[in-house]
């Protein structure tokens, strides 16, 4: 118990660290001196009144100033972003910095705060300090798993170091993560983005699901969706699954029947199916409306031999028919004979073998004959395919030859 | 009226005895008079109750404690923003400030700060711990608020200029400043104020630091040097109070953000072992060119005191144009530093550019801590040796924050010399506990190197070239205390036995040639208790007719005090009041007496171990 001098509530009013006694000594019927002895009371009381003052003058104080730092972390983001456009990555980098300096421990405005980290952690990333910006956005994913962006940021800093784990980890949080406006085209776009890593990174069975998944959720409502279609079916052409990226271009052609990447890209897969008639097709309508690559040139041209030397094309009347597979046997025995006498000697036993059997259906291989021998025709075109791929002992064929093996791969089945 | 003042067992208020406020109620008018007797039995009921909830002391001080560290965190808060302001007031918002104003304000700042320190407060000089400590054993916890004024001022414009100085020495001091006051003004007991300071001053580097355990550990470690339960539990409560507060305001966010870390290969901890090397003998370079400097500036003859202050802020602008990072607390470079935002080169370029700034700053006696400074060179220093690890071997694992974060704690070690603090402070800033070997491995290396190759702890060289003989705790830490062993003797033979007759124990006494008179002998009870008896006192109870009672029963019921081997000398001196010598018995067996003790084998083991 305390023991201090009496005191009363004038004294705690007048002068709050003495005490202050109250003497009742005089009246007659009570000589009682009333201990009131408020010295500490008071001084505890006063003391409460001054923290709650200085609480509210500390937050006050506080607001002001997680204000000003909000201010100050804005304007630096701001020029944070200009450097950025600008190309200077190491201002832009500071600039940041700073931004994050001043929202940091602002509590009130973690939102702010992260798009200064997300910005920093680009920023850091692009300008080659990949393991801080990696700290920076492990930090963010730690605080929002969910977060997309920043999910895709550090599959790009896993792709980046080749570290195709992590980064198939973080690009399918990203796909399936949260996004802010546009959330379709955006994990589109980080699908897309993780399916060219895959196939950087010779996987291209994985590329294959995601792009499969990708295609399947392709928008196709105006012409405006068939570039999406293009990319792809595009895509899906390098990732090997050619009949998926055929109708993907097809798919763009019916949104955008002169789209000039979807018809080169039509072609393309066309050709790789061995459906040379689309393939000409399409490479011909592209070249109509611009001028096509060597490349697709060749193809072009092979596409057109490979119809023009099919006999077994639909609608062929029989003397078409008969001139095609004679004409083809002669190019096929030419070549053949062409590849054995510059390899003399040295020639293979197929390919001797080949000539002979050949020369032996010569007759039945004139047009005369398999104009009224129709049934002949397979028989004769085979030994035109036999005679090519003996021919191949002298080296790639081209031209003619090359359509009449590609066609006689296309009778067989065999991949192209 | 009683005296104001006379609280027993307080002190006197500083303002006097007489009391400025008392008054007398003069004699009430007739018509009172009547009332007066129910008026006096009300205010009889109201003084009961009162006086029944009034709080005892030792509640008085838990719920003080809580209140101080509710000031202090407010008057941290406030003083963090002060130093924020000035720091973007004078140099502006950016991370690196431009040049002009690196080259003019920090000069005319320290004028401004050597002016207020010289003419108005002459007490904030310093860091603010050993002025706490002196406070507590030279003034009895006496700070004038005056002092926490000063502190709050200079400081936040000494450190918001570019001084390369820390705010938490100074927080806490001003914790301490405010738990003074409250002591005073509630007139707490002599012990209760020496003791409120150090709470007030965990209470303030908690807020300061966002660290309340390392807070705690600090105060213990370095301010007060004992544990003590009382004192502990205000401690805790102060710091955990003034932390809430800090949180509240500005946020739980910590100083750092932490890389993620685990010890992949045992290996590594070489590494940390170099770094605790390294800190060791960086902490000294830092603590002798401060303890070289500093008395060397002090006694420049003219007004130095003056210039100083400026000379060192314009010394520190002109380097600050270059290296900014030396400039003010440096938590934010720190944090880039952990991140591997610097090459090795210019972090080492960091750590001699901080020790030179921080030595010239404090030299000069501009007022500010050096808690910050420290952790500054320490990270930047862990941050070198693992940068340069990760160059010499590309395969380790370990990140550049960790050594960054190991060497804050090396360099607490090492250069503050409070090696408990130092290994708390970095798993509680880093909230990562598998750090904790590393931590160890280094502090403990670093801390080593410091104590062999530097008599004192900076804390006692600073406040030694003050004049001022503090106690050092580090000193009380490591001195070894005399003990019981150190100072017993073997027993007096024979040792009696309470069973034993008086007449059997005059004649065993007897026969022994040099049992001598006024030698007192040990009587073994079978329960273990000891008591003395010398042969005129035996021969006594026999003259009273008791020659062939047992000794247990003449005796009567009082026992000798036992001591143990390893129980500390003064404790002895305690127990050691009206007999000759105390037995000193085994902890494992009571009846086994392995020596005695008496005064003057205290004495001599004091002689012989000052000697």
Sequence with gaps: MFSGPPSNLCGLAKGLHASVAIATTNLPESNHTINWNLSREAVLLLSALVLVILFVFTGLMARFYHQTERSLARQWSINGDAATQRGDLKEAVDDYRTALIYSRSNGETSSANDVYELHLAEALADSGHVEEARSYFLSLAEKQPGAAPVNLELARLAARQNNVSDAARYYNAAIFGVWEGDPASQRRAARIEFAKFLLQHGQPTEAQAQLIALASALPAASRADAPLHVQAGQLLLEAGVQSQAFSEFRRALLLDRNSLDALRGAGMAAYSLSDYRDAANYLERASRQSQLGAGEKQFLETSRAVVAHDPFAAGLSTIEQARRTAEDFSIALNKAQACATSLGATASQNLQQAIASAQGQKPQASETYLRQHADMVPAIMELAFSLEDAAMQCGPLTGDDLALQLLGRSRAGAPQ | ?611
């Design chain 2, 1 to 611: 009226v009683s005296d104001a003042n006379s609280v027993p067992g307080g002190l006197p208020s500083p303002g006097g005895s007489a009391n400025p406020n008392a008054e007398i109620v003069a004699a009430p008018a007739p018509e009172a008079v009547a009332e007066s007797g129910a008026w006096a039995q009300i205010l009889k009921a109201i003084d009961a109750v009162r006086q029944r909830l009034a709080l005892k002391e030792g509640s008085l001080f838990l719920l003080l404690s809580v209140a101080i560290g509710l000031f202090s965190g407010l008057a941290v808060v406030c003083f963090r923003v002060a130093i924020e302001w000035t720091r973007i007031g004078l140099l502006g918002s950016a991370i690196s400030p431009a040049a002009p104003r690196v080259f003019v304000v920090p000069a005319i700042a320290g004028l401004v700060v050597a002016v207020l320190v010289i003419k108005f407060f002459p007490r904030v000089r310093g860091s603010g711990v050993n002025q706490t400590k002196s406070a507590v054993y030279i003034s009895d916890g006496y700070i004038p608020f005056q002092t926490v004024i000063g502190k709050f001022v200079c400081c936040a414009l000494a450190i918001g200029s570019g001084q390369s100085l820390g705010p938490e020495d100074p927080s806490l001091q001003m914790g301490a400043g405010i738990a003074s006051l409250l002591g005073r003004k509630l007139k707490l007991s002599r012990d209760k104020t020496r003791l409120i300071a150090p709470v007030g001053a965990a209470a303030g580097l908690a807020a300061a630091f966002n660290a309340p355990v390392a807070a705690v550990i600090f105060v213990i470690e370095e301010v007060i040097g004992t544990w003590s339960a009382g004192v502990l539990g205000a401690i805790v409560l102060a710091a955990v109070s003034s932390v809430v507060v800090s949180r509240w305001f500005l946020g739980s966010e910590p100083f750092f953000r932490t890389p993620a870390y685990s010890l992949v290969n045992p290996l590594e901890l070489i590494s940390y072992a170099v770094l605790g090397i390294a800190g060791g003998f960086v902490s000294l370079l830092f603590s002798k060119l401060l303890g070289y400097v500093r008395p060397r500036l002090r006694s420049l003859p003219g007004k130095s005191e003056y210039w100083l202050p400026a000379a060192a802020g314009l010394v520190i602008g002109i380097g600050g144009i270059w290296i900014p990072q030396v400039m003010g607390a440096g938590y934010d470079f720190m944090d880039q530093a952990m991140h591997g935002q610097f090459v090795w080169y210019f972090l080492l370029l960091l750590v001699f550019g901080k020790i030179v700034a921080t030595t010239l700053s404090f030299s000069s006696g501009a007022p500010g801590g050096m808690f910050a400074p420290a952790l500054f060179v320490g990270a930047m220093l862990g941050a070198a040796v693992g940068g340069g690890e990760h160059i010499l071997f590309p395969n380790a694992t370990g990140p550049v924050g960790a050594y960054a974060l190991v060497g804050m704690g090396t360099l607490f070690a090492g250069f503050l010399r409070v090696p408990l603090t130092s290994v708390f402070m970095v798993l509680e800033v880093s909230g990562n506990y598998s750090i904790i070997l590393p931590v160890i491995i280094s502090n403990a290396i670093a801390y080593l190197i410091s104590l062999r190759f530097q008599e004192a702890s900076i804390f006692d060289v600073l406040s030694r070239q003050e004049g001022l003989e503090l106690p050092s705790m580090e000193e009380m830490r490591e001195g070894q205390a005399l003990r019981v062993e150190d100072a017993m003797r073997p027993p007096v033979e024979p040792i009696l036995s309470s069973d034993d007759t008086v007449e059997d124990a005059i004649l065993n006494l007897e026969t022994r040639k040099e049992a001598k008179a006024e030698e007192f002998f040990t009587v073994r009870f079978p329960t273990g208790r000891w008591a003395g008896v010398r042969i005129p006192a035996l021969h006594k109870f026999a003259a009273d007719g008791h020659a062939k009672s047992r000794l247990a029963d003449v005796l009567g019921a009082q026992r000798l005090p036992r001591l143990h081997p390893d129980q500390p000398v003064d404790l002895a001196m305690r127990l050691m009041r009206d007999w000759p010598y105390l037995p000193v018995v085994s902890r494992a067996n009571a009846r086994s007496l392995e020596g005695v003790l008496s005064m003057s084998d205290i004495l001599s083991a004091y002689l012989r171990k000052s000697a």
